[in-house]
């Protein structure tokens, strides 16, 4: 694969009020923007994130998982310690469900697959990862065509595991970026989309209250 250096990240949070899809005493489910950090960065100019938005309203709401900043969609956080314990101990054991919305560079061929490939830090440059065969953690992503358009095709994509900018490396792997993406898109794909093409669109968990299977949705801006 070759190796881009990340382009220059400026953080510009977007000005939009909370978003919440669903509250109760145990989870809190919103819909994070678009270039919004999910938990405040190092520098102080990366302060303002999801979480320090949200325990604005909700002091207890504590973060269990993450999106990647331009990665726009649904996102948990839980109301308790326990719920924390109980939603965290899901993801590790992937229990939860989740499917990704994307648009790619160009005409994907086949209509559905799996990948598998593992993925690593490409630590000179940070904080892009990789696929490394002999060192990466496994990674899977099952995707299949929804639309195909003239340059580019509307994917779904169901992650089987939860590595650092996983959809984004596997899509790239297959030879078709997701769109805007200012890591990992040449030029011409990185300019076909005001954003990172990229939603999380539905999350299924067990409620950590009686442990019910429930499907949440926060419907693709794109």
Request: hydrophobic share 35%; with cysteine; glycine share 6%.
């Amino acid at each position: 694969m070759t190796s881009l250096a990340p382009r220059p990240i400026n953080y510009n949070p977007p000005d939009t009020s909370l978003s919440v899809l669903h509250h109760d005493a145990h989870i809190l489910i919103l819909s994070k923007p678009s270039g919004l950090l999910t938990v405040p960065g190092k520098p102080a100019a990366h302060a303002d994130c999801l979480e320090v938005r949200a325990r604005k309203k909700f002091p207890t709401a504590t973060i269990v998982h993450r999106l990647d900043m331009d990665t726009s969609g649904i996102l948990v956080m839980a109301m308790t310690a326990q719920a924390h314990r109980h939603i965290g101990l899901q993801f590790e054991r992937r229990k939860t469900e989740k499917t990704y919305i994307a648009r790619v560079w160009g005409q994907v061929a086949e209509n559905e697959g799996t990948i598998v490939a593992p993925i690593i830090t490409d630590w000179p440059n940070r904080p892009r990862q990789m696929i490394d065969f002999e060192k990466g953690r496994h990674a899977e992503t099952k995707w299949e065509v929804i639309e195909r358009e003239d340059s580019a095709t509307r994917v779904k994509l169901r992650p089987h595991t939860g590595r650092s900018h996983q959809l984004r490396v596997h899509m790239l792997s297959l030879g078709h970026p997701i769109l805007g993406d200012n890591i990992y898109a040449p030029d011409d794909a990185f300019k076909a989309a005001p954003r990172l093409q990229l939603h999380s669109e539905t999350l299924t968990l067990h409620h950590p209250d009686g442990g019910e299977r429930v499907t949440f949705q926060d419907p693709c801006p794109f």
